[in-house]
């Protein structure tokens, strides 16, 4: 696509609950990122993927948080049993690589809020 | 750890007035710099980037910004600012291997 789409935009979920958060970057793009952005708070690194694989996971904040990306393209970020701190815009972005030296491209985010 | 740090977190300036934003880092290794801005309601956009070469790197709109290695800073500058310049700013920093890492930005307010 032209950019980089998430979805869905907006979820209100209840404490307990599971969501999934999807990100389709843009076509052709190797790496893919995903931050948490809380309420007035800067952008907190989560994790990357290179391809299908994720080098650096060491942002997840709990087992609660997974993530998988497939086919070198869409990836999905699950957060099982919400909890109210998990309330907060999800980001994702995507690069053309690791190696290159190019910028991220970020989507519009999911807000989420748990509660 | 590995951290970026932005010093202030809310600028109010008057139009003309010159800007600087500071971003320091702290990483031993090589490292790739940026400047993301996030206009009211839109998406974060690269606003400028150091990779490499000389360290006064100019961006869109006027904004330039300076690597300074032996500070771990690069700081963000802009001589005249407009009201269409507020916007809330980021430094990054990309490490080795790829991760990047955000700071916790800098709201700017330009008064018209």
């Known amino acids: 696509g032209a950019g980089v789409s998430q979805s869905p935009s907006n979820k209100v979920t209840e404490k307990g609950k599971d969501v999934e958060l999807r990100c389709d970057p843009i076509s052709g793009h190797t790496a893919l990122y995903w931050y948490r952005q809380r309420l007035g708070q800067g952008l907190e690194f989560l994790i990357y993927f290179q391809g299908n694989s994720a080098p650096d996971k060491s942002g997840l904040p709990s087992d609660r948080f997974s993530a998988e990306r497939t086919g070198e393209s869409v990836s999905t970020l699950t957060i099982q049993r919400t909890q109210q701190e998990d309330s907060a815009v999800y980001l994702c972005?995507?690069?053309?690589?690791?190696?290159?030296?190019?910028?991220?491209?970020f989507g519009e985010g999911s807000r989420l809020t748990v509660l | 750890a590995q951290s970026v740090s932005q010093h202030n977190h809310h600028v109010i300036l008057s139009e003309a007035a010159s800007l600087e934003l500071g971003c320091n880092y702290s990483y031993g290794g090589t490292v790739n710099l940026f400047w993301y801005v996030q206009y009211p309601g839109q998406h974060l956009q690269l606003l400028l980037k150091y990779f490499s070469g000389d360290p006064l790197v100019k961006g869109i709109k006027g904004f330039e910004a300076e690597f300074i290695k032996s500070k771990f800073s690069f700081n963000l500058r802009k001589p005249s600012v407009q009201w269409s310049d507020t916007a809330e700013y980021f430094c990054?920093?990309?490490?080795?291997?790829?991760?990047?890492?955000f700071g916790q930005g800098t709201e700017l307010s330009v008064k018209p």
């Open positions: 972005a995507s690069s053309p690589g690791l190696a290159e030296t190019g910028e991220l491209f």
């Open positions: 990054a920093v990309r490490l080795q291997g790829g991760k990047l890492i």
